[in-house]
């Protein structure tokens, strides 16, 4: 018999809109923002709304996760407490955490998740996470599947939870720590400044300019969508999508492919099964490109690659339609095999290497008629990043997501009964004394028209029995209020059969992997520092944002500006005709210096002293 193993597809969602339509579209799992302390700030929700997005969900068997993962300061801990019991009482299934300092709180038994802020790239990260009652763990971007899969072999017991789609931060996330030391606003607080998306110049050691004013930092989007099968295979569980400040079209645009892409797989692997219940019929075909990116990339899960940057601009592309042949007039002709549509937005790269756009205001064949004229040079490539069609199907009902049921009506002794069992085992049985009056005419196709009469519930009858000794007449009526009241006790009973995941936190005094931590450790609390302590770290140096360290490395990155010049002495041949160090200059006149570390294969960003 074949082993199976669930696999969770995690959503985002900024808000409770956003987390329904992540359910209705496919999601087995959503993660939302707590009413505080989350690392994205600008995207916390209240009480209420998280509940009801729980109970919608739960009703599908699909999980919602809450952030809570900053690092905390000592007076906050207490607010965090209760705040945590309170996503308890609600039905809130697990909390994704990054300060150490949460585990020594007086907690409710639910579940605590790994946070990718806690900065878990190795096996020995992972094991100690587990080992200290951590039920999930997310790992860290810029792992290679060879990489995953020494992970999960060497835990194969932690679910693993691994990024598949979305932005990129180009530091390993929870080690930058640019933002704070230029604008005093922590990303591991919930306030990144985006730093990384800005425009520098890269300068070498006599001030000669390499490269003038580009993204040098900015990275391209995440897509896997082709390589769901081999995380699979190299022990992921869950698949999350980057995008809580993202909107609802993009919510339900990602999660409907990624949704269609798993269930083709599962329809092979028998191995591998969805997470929750119920199937979704999209009213529209998903396609990831027409939400927003800045170009896609797998990153480093094929190893090192040049195809990672998206120098010339931060801003989305969208989806690349062909060229400008020439213009004329007041319009453009075009060359490509995809159409436009009045009003779509189009962007592309000018001479200078400048992002720019316009709209759409009518659209004759392969002319083009913008708003205003744009300067454009003959051959240029065009992309489309808002299509008015596709957007308006978004801005409707799009999906449905349905669970299974069998329907039975059946006669007794003392009348009629109606059974409902879902594909989940949950059953629910109504009787209807009633006396019996035979039909004139055959009742059986009438009977199974009013019972498939579902539509406005979260059910789809699977089969539909009529199991009568006679042809016995039953008004549509009362028929219909038979329906009505078993959906509600089927419904009912999906919620009490409901098995919310416990857990308790128990304390442990296993050796953490380091035996000292500096800044890069996120110490801000006297919790975390007793927890760091009885686990086996002798040197506990408080966190950046509450003592800042002189000459502290402020960025970790995969990401190496000498490798994409070609210049890397590892990867490549070319050497480079600069001089070192090189340094990011920003259009303030700021400037950073690069540190290249070979050994550990990555680029560091220093503040200039």
Known sequence: MIKQRKIELLAPAKNLECGIEAINHGADAVYIGAPKFGARAAAGNSLEDIAALVEHAHLYNARIYVTVNTILKDEELKETERMIWELYWVGVDALIVQDMGITQLNLPPIPLHASTQMDNRTPEKVRFLADAGFRQVVLARELSLREISKIHEACPDVPLEIFVHGALCVSYSGQCYVSQACFGRSANRGECAQFCRLAFSLVDADGKVIVKDKHLLSLKDLNQSEELEQLLDAGATSLKIEGR???????????????????????????????????????????????????????????????????????????????????????????????????????????QGKLQGFRINRVDGNKLYPQEMPRIKPRTVLYRNFDQEFEKLLARKSSERKIAV????????????????????????????????LARTPQAENLKTQLAKLGNTPFEAERIDIDFMDNWFLPASVLAE????????????????????????????????????????????????????????????MAYEQTPVDKAVLMFCKHCLRYSMGWCPIHQRERSPYKEPYYLVSADGKRFRLEFDCKNCQMKVNAEQ
């Not at 005094?509 to 007793?530: C, D, E, F, I």
């Open 482 to 541: 038979l329906r009505r009241q078993a959906v509600e006790k089927l419904i009912a009973a999906r919620r009490i059969n409901y098995r919310q995941e416990l857990a308790v936190m128990k304390p442990t005094t296993h050796a953490y992997p380091q035996a000292s931590l500096t800044y890069l450790g996120n110490v801000m609390n006297w919790n975390a520092v007793r927890f760091y302590a009885g686990h086996g770290v002798e040197s506990i140096a």
């Open 245 to 351: 400040l993202k909107d609802v079209s993009y919510v339900k645009n990602v999660t409907g492919a990624y949704r269609r892409k798993l269930d083709a797989i599962f329809a092979k692997r028998k191995e591998y099964v969805r997470a929750s219940s119920g199937a979704c019929r999209t009213e529209f075909t998903p396609q990831l490109d027409k939400s927003f990116s800045r170009g896609f990339t797998h990153y480093y899960l094929h190893g090192r690659s040049k195809d990672v940057s998206s120098f010339d601009t931060p801003k989305s592309l969208g989806e690349e339609m062909g060229t400008m042949k020439e213009a004329r007039g007041n319009y453009l002709t075009v060359a490509g095999l995809k159409s436009f549509n009045n009003g779509d937005g189009v962007c592309y790269i000018d001479e």
């Open 406 to 437: 069998a329907v039975r009506l059946s006669d007794n002794n003392f009348g009629f009964s109606l059974s409902l069992a879902d594909e989940d085992d949950n059953s629910v049985t109504l009787a209807l004394p009633r006396e019996k009056e």
